[in-house]
C-alpha cells in the first residue's frame, strides 16, 4: 500500500445499523488533525491509540506529554525491532541529561523565526503583565546576535548582557547590519542607569531558568545529543516526558515550546529535498496543546504540511487559546474531533457543525461520543457522529527498561561531564571580564566552606556573643553588646519594636541614675584661652516633673509646701486641678448693704405737690450721685461704699 493511502483508525460509526470502524489517511494527516473536549471524555485515549498505530506501523512521531502517563505507555508498545529507534526525553533524568540546543546550527534565514518562537515563550510564560516591548526588543537583538556566535546557549544570554568584554566579542561577529547597528550604535550609548533600569529585568527572568540545574545541564550544553532532522528523515520515536509534577509548570512549557520550534525548523530545513513526494512523513502528537502554542504556532500551521511535518493537537476549551492562535488552528486544520464542551465552546462550535448538530446537542455528548469533520481525500466530510476505539491492548512484551536504558546511553551526557563544561565555559568568560565565575556545575552546598575553598573573597567580620532580650537564648551579633540596649536573635528580630514600645509603658517615671557623661577639656590653641565645659556635680541628676511636685526643698519657708499636684485640700469646695482663687468676705458686703437701707428708710419723702423741673434733678444728681443711690437703696457700679 502506498503511504499516501494508509490509514490510522481512530473511531467507529453507526451506519445503517452496523458498526464501522473509520480512520483518516496520511495525506489527510497532512492538514492537520484537532481535538477539543472536557477533561474525563477520552482525548487522551484517541491520541494514544493514533500514535500507537504510528510506532507499530514503522511511522516517525513525536508525542509531547506534558502529563507523564502516556510517554511511560507508549513505550510499552515499541516492538522489539524498533527498540534502538526510541529517543526517550525526559528533563527529570538529572544523571543522564539529553543536550538541547534551540541555538545550535540554525540557518541565517530561520534565525528570525527561533528569535520569535523564543519571545512567544518568554512572554507566555511571565505573561504580559511583566512583559513589554523593551525587553522584547532588548531580548531579541540579544538572541539574534548569539544565534551568529559559535556555540552560543540560553546561558549565554546574561553575560551578553552583563559581561562587556564577552559582548564585544559578541558583536564582532554579528554579520547582520540591523542587530549589529544596534548593538554599537543604541546599546552602546545607553546610559548607567538607563541599562540598569533595562537590563536586570530580562536578566531576572531568563536568570530563573538558566540557575535551575535541572534545566541548565539541558539547554546549557552546546551540542545537542541528536538531529531533529535526522531523527525526522530516519522515522525515528521521539517521546518528550514533560510532567509538571516532576520538572515544573514552566519549565515544561519553556522546553515544549523550544521543541516544537525546533521540530519545526527541522522541517523546513527538509527545502533542499527537491520533490516533495521524496520527503517523509513525520507526525507530532502535543497534548494540552495550549501550553506550548505561542503566537509563532500560526505559521506552524500554515507551512508544515509542505514539508510532510503532521500536527495532532488536543486540548480542553477555547478560552485556552490567544485569539490568533484560535483563528489559525480553526482556519488551518483539516479533521475536527469534539467532544462534550461547555456550552460558549459549543456555541462556537456549533458554526463548524451546522446544521447537522446545534450547540444543544454538542454539550448533551456523553463518554468517548464525539462529532467529526474527516478529512477525506482532500475534501471535508459533513459532520457525522461517532465513538472513539478503546484502548488498544499490548500484544508483545514490554521492553520499557531497555529502551530507557538504551536512549540514556545513546542521547544522554553525565552529570559530572556537563558540569565540568558548563565550568569550564563560565571560567572563561569569568577569565577575560577578571571576575569570578558566572555559573557553576554543580549548586552550592549549605555544608560547603565558601571561604576555604575560595570561590568567594569576603572579609571576616568579627561575632560577639549576646543574649536575646525575648526568648534568653544565645545569639551572635557583629557589635559588642551594650548591658543597657537589648540583642535580639534572628527569630525575634522582627518584634524590636514592640518589645521597645512595651518596656516603655512599664517604665517609672524617674530619672536615669547613670552619671552624666562630660565631654573632655578641649585643649588651648597656640595664642587662644583653654576653653573649659561647664561642669555639673556627679551628685546632681536630672529629674521629672512629678518628682518635682513630691520633692521638698530647703528654701525659705513659703516654699517648703509643694506647690504642685493633688496633695493641697480643695478649699471652699474648690475643685481638684483648678487655680487658687480667694474667697470673698460676704458678711461684710451684707453689713454694708443693710446699713445702707436703714439710712434710706429714716429719711421722710418729699411732698407731692412739690414739683421740681428737669435741670433742678439732674443738676442734683450729678452733683451728689451717693446721696441719690442712697434712696433707691442701690449700688451702682464704681460707687465707693464705707465698710
Same mark, same amino acid.
Given at each position: 500500500m502506498n503511504d499516501d493511502q494508509k490509514i490510522t483508525y481512530f473511531g467507529e460509526a453507526n451506519f445503517r445499523n452496523t458498526k464501522s470502524r473509520f480512520g483518516i489517511k496520511n495525506i489527510d494527516r497532512r492538514k492537520h488533525f484537532y481535538i477539543v473536549g472536557k477533561t474525563g471524555m477520552g482525548k487522551t485515549t484517541l491520541l494514544e491509540n493514533m500514535a500507537m498505530q504510528d510506532i507499530q506501523s514503522g511511522e516517525g512521531m513525536a508525542f509531547i506529554d506534558p502529563h507523564g502517563e502516556t510517554a511511560f505507555k507508549l513505550l510499552d508498545f515499541v516492538p522489539p525491532e524498533r527498540k534502538n529507534d526510541v529517543i526517550y526525553f525526559d528533563p527529570a533524568d538529572t544523571q543522564f541529561p539529553i543536550g538541547f540546543n534551540i541555538?545550535?546550527?540554525? !540557518?541565517?534565514?530561520?534565525?528570525? &523565526?527561533?528569535?520569535? /518562537?523564543?519571545? /512567544?515563550? &518568554?512572554?507566555?510564560? &511571565? /505573561?504580559? !503583565?511583566?512583559?513589554?516591548?523593551?525587553?522584547?526588543? $532588548?531580548?531579541?537583538?540579544?538572541?539574534?546576535?548569539?544565534?551568529?556566535?559559535? @556555540?552560543?546557549?540560553?546561558?549565554? $544570554?546574561?553575560?551578553?548582557?552583563?559581561?562587556? @568584554?564577552?559582548?564585544?566579542?559578541?558583536? @564582532?561577529?554579528?554579520t547582520d547590519p540591523v542587530v549589529k547597528a544596534f548593538w554599537t550604535q543604541e546599546f552602546a550609548k545607553y546610559t548607567e542607569r538607563f541599562a540598569a533600569e533595562a537590563t536586570p529585568a530580562i536578566q531576572n527572568k531568563v536568570g530563573q531558568f538558566t540557575s535551575n540545574a535541572l534545566i541548565r545541564n539541558i539547554v546549557g550544553q552546546p551540542k545537542s545529543t541528536f538531529d531533529f532532522r535526522r531523527a525526522m528523515d530516519d522515522k525515528k520515536i521521539i517521546i518528550i516526558n514533560l510532567a509538571k509534577g516532576r520538572v515544573g509548570e514552566d519549565t515544561a512549557r519553556l522546553l515544549g515550546g523550544m521543541i516544537v520550534t525546533k521540530l519545526y525548523l527541522a522541517a523546513m530545513s527538509r527545502v533542499d529535498i527537491p520533490s516533495e513526494a521524496d520527503r517523509k512523513d513525520f507526525f507530532i502528537y502535543v497534548d494540552e496543546f495550549q501550553n506550548f502554542a505561542t503566537e509563532s504556532f500560526a505559521d506552524i500551521l500554515s507551512e508544515a504540511r509542505k514539508y510532510r511535518l503532521s500536527l495532532t493537537l488536543a486540548h480542553q476549551f477555547m478560552a485556552q487559546l490567544a485569539e490568533e492562535v484560535r483563528d489559525a488552528v480553526i482556519g488551518n486544520v483539516g479533521t475536527m474531533v469534539t467532544f462534550r464542551v461547555g456550552a460558549e465552546d459549543a456555541e462556537f462550535l456549533e458554526k463548524e457543525f451546522s446544521p447537522e448538530f446545534v450547540a444543544n446537542d454538542i454539550v448533551n455528548l456523553g463518554f468517548a461520543q464525539v462529532y467529526v469533520k474527516l478529512m477525506i481525500d482532500g475534501a471535508t466530510s459533513r459532520p457525522f457522529s461517532a465513538t472513539t476505539l478503546p484502548p488498544i491492548a499490548i500484544s508483545h512484551e514490554s521492553f520499557k527498561a531497555e529502551i530507557i536504558e538504551l536512549s540514556r546511553k545513546q542521547f544522554g551526557t553525565s552529570r559530572e561531564k556537563v558540569n565540568e563544561q558548563i565550568h569550564a565555559w563560565s571560567e572563561s568568560i569569568a577569565a577575560e571580564n577578571g571576575e569570578k565565575k558566572i555559573f557553576s556545575g554543580e549548586p552550592l552546598r549549605q555544608n560547603e566552606n565558601s571561604l576555604s575553598s575560595g570561590n568567594f573573597s569576603r572579609p571576616q567580620t568579627q561575632l560577639y556573643d549576646a543574649i536575646c532580650a525575648i526568648c534568653g537564648k544565645r545569639t551572635q551579633v557583629p557589635f559588642p553588646p551594650d548591658p543597657a540596649r537589648p540583642v535580639f536573635c534572628k527569630e525575634h528580630i522582627g518584634m524590636a519594636g514592640e518589645y521597645k514600645a512595651r518596656i516603655a509603658e512599664r517604665r517609672p517615671a524617674v530619672a536615669d541614675h547613670r552619671p552624666p557623661r562630660i565631654p573632655p577639656q578641649l585643649s588651648p590653641r597656640e595664642g587662644e584661652p583653654a576653653v573649659r565645659e561647664p561642669q555639673r556635680n556627679s551628685e546632681q541628676r536630672p529629674v521629672s516633673l512629678r518628682e518635682l511636685e513630691r520633692r521638698p526643698t530647703n528654701r525659705d519657708a513659703r516654699y517648703s509646701k509643694p506647690r504642685f499636684g493633688p496633695s493641697r485640700p480643695p478649699i471652699g469646695g474648690q475643685a481638684v486641678g483648678q487655680p487658687f482663687k480667694k474667697p470673698d468676705n460676704l458678711q461684710a458686703l451684707r453689713d454694708a448693704l443693710k446699713k445702707s437701707m436703714q439710712s434710706a428708710n429714716n429719711q421722710t419723702p418729699p411732698a407731692p405737690s412739690e414739683k421740681r423741673n428737669e435741670t433742678e434733678e439732674v443738676q442734683e444728681k450729678n452733683s451728689s450721685p451717693a446721696s441719690s443711690n442712697s434712696k433707691n437703696g442701690t449700688i451702682r457700679p464704681g460707687e465707693r461704699i464705707e465698710l
Amino acid at each position: 500500500m502506498n503511504d499516501d493511502q494508509k490509514i490510522t483508525y481512530f473511531g467507529e460509526a453507526n451506519f445503517r445499523n452496523t458498526k464501522s470502524r473509520f480512520g483518516i489517511k496520511n495525506i489527510d494527516r497532512r492538514k492537520h488533525f484537532y481535538i477539543v473536549g472536557k477533561t474525563g471524555m477520552g482525548k487522551t485515549t484517541l491520541l494514544e491509540n493514533m500514535a500507537m498505530q504510528d510506532i507499530q506501523s514503522g511511522e516517525g512521531m513525536a508525542f509531547i506529554d506534558p502529563h507523564g502517563e502516556t510517554a511511560f505507555k507508549l513505550l510499552d508498545f515499541v516492538p522489539p525491532e524498533r527498540k534502538n529507534d526510541v529517543i526517550y526525553f525526559d528533563p527529570a533524568d538529572t544523571q543522564f541529561p539529553i543536550g538541547f540546543n534551540i541555538m545550535e546550527s540554525v !540557518d541565517p534565514e530561520r534565525r528570525h &523565526f527561533v528569535a520569535s /518562537g523564543l519571545m /512567544g515563550v &518568554f512572554k507566555k510564560i &511571565f /505573561g504580559p !503583565d511583566v512583559w513589554s516591548a523593551r525587553m522584547e526588543y $532588548i531580548l531579541g537583538n540579544t538572541v539574534l546576535a548569539l544565534l551568529e556566535y559559535p @556555540e552560543s546557549t540560553l546561558l549565554s $544570554i546574561n553575560p551578553m548582557l552583563a559581561v562587556k @568584554e564577552y559582548r564585544k566579542k559578541v558583536v @564582532e561577529n554579528i554579520t547582520d547590519p540591523v542587530v549589529k547597528a544596534f548593538w554599537t550604535q543604541e546599546f552602546a550609548k545607553y546610559t548607567e542607569r538607563f541599562a540598569a533600569e533595562a537590563t536586570p529585568a530580562i536578566q531576572n527572568k531568563v536568570g530563573q531558568f538558566t540557575s535551575n540545574a535541572l534545566i541548565r545541564n539541558i539547554v546549557g550544553q552546546p551540542k545537542s545529543t541528536f538531529d531533529f532532522r535526522r531523527a525526522m528523515d530516519d522515522k525515528k520515536i521521539i517521546i518528550i516526558n514533560l510532567a509538571k509534577g516532576r520538572v515544573g509548570e514552566d519549565t515544561a512549557r519553556l522546553l515544549g515550546g523550544m521543541i516544537v520550534t525546533k521540530l519545526y525548523l527541522a522541517a523546513m530545513s527538509r527545502v533542499d529535498i527537491p520533490s516533495e513526494a521524496d520527503r517523509k512523513d513525520f507526525f507530532i502528537y502535543v497534548d494540552e496543546f495550549q501550553n506550548f502554542a505561542t503566537e509563532s504556532f500560526a505559521d506552524i500551521l500554515s507551512e508544515a504540511r509542505k514539508y510532510r511535518l503532521s500536527l495532532t493537537l488536543a486540548h480542553q476549551f477555547m478560552a485556552q487559546l490567544a485569539e490568533e492562535v484560535r483563528d489559525a488552528v480553526i482556519g488551518n486544520v483539516g479533521t475536527m474531533v469534539t467532544f462534550r464542551v461547555g456550552a460558549e465552546d459549543a456555541e462556537f462550535l456549533e458554526k463548524e457543525f451546522s446544521p447537522e448538530f446545534v450547540a444543544n446537542d454538542i454539550v448533551n455528548l456523553g463518554f468517548a461520543q464525539v462529532y467529526v469533520k474527516l478529512m477525506i481525500d482532500g475534501a471535508t466530510s459533513r459532520p457525522f457522529s461517532a465513538t472513539t476505539l478503546p484502548p488498544i491492548a499490548i500484544s508483545h512484551e514490554s521492553f520499557k527498561a531497555e529502551i530507557i536504558e538504551l536512549s540514556r546511553k545513546q542521547f544522554g551526557t553525565s552529570r559530572e561531564k556537563v558540569n565540568e563544561q558548563i565550568h569550564a565555559w563560565s571560567e572563561s568568560i569569568a577569565a577575560e571580564n577578571g571576575e569570578k565565575k558566572i555559573f557553576s556545575g554543580e549548586p552550592l552546598r549549605q555544608n560547603e566552606n565558601s571561604l576555604s575553598s575560595g570561590n568567594f573573597s569576603r572579609p571576616q567580620t568579627q561575632l560577639y556573643d549576646a543574649i536575646c532580650a525575648i526568648c534568653g537564648k544565645r545569639t551572635q551579633v557583629p557589635f559588642p553588646p551594650d548591658p543597657a540596649r537589648p540583642v535580639f536573635c534572628k527569630e525575634h528580630i522582627g518584634m524590636a519594636g514592640e518589645y521597645k514600645a512595651r518596656i516603655a509603658e512599664r517604665r517609672p517615671a524617674v530619672a536615669d541614675h547613670r552619671p552624666p557623661r562630660i565631654p573632655p577639656q578641649l585643649s588651648p590653641r597656640e595664642g587662644e584661652p583653654a576653653v573649659r565645659e561647664p561642669q555639673r556635680n556627679s551628685e546632681q541628676r536630672p529629674v521629672s516633673l512629678r518628682e518635682l511636685e513630691r520633692r521638698p526643698t530647703n528654701r525659705d519657708a513659703r516654699y517648703s509646701k509643694p506647690r504642685f499636684g493633688p496633695s493641697r485640700p480643695p478649699i471652699g469646695g474648690q475643685a481638684v486641678g483648678q487655680p487658687f482663687k480667694k474667697p470673698d468676705n460676704l458678711q461684710a458686703l451684707r453689713d454694708a448693704l443693710k446699713k445702707s437701707m436703714q439710712s434710706a428708710n429714716n429719711q421722710t419723702p418729699p411732698a407731692p405737690s412739690e414739683k421740681r423741673n428737669e435741670t433742678e434733678e439732674v443738676q442734683e444728681k450729678n452733683s451728689s450721685p451717693a446721696s441719690s443711690n442712697s434712696k433707691n437703696g442701690t449700688i451702682r457700679p464704681g460707687e465707693r461704699i464705707e465698710l
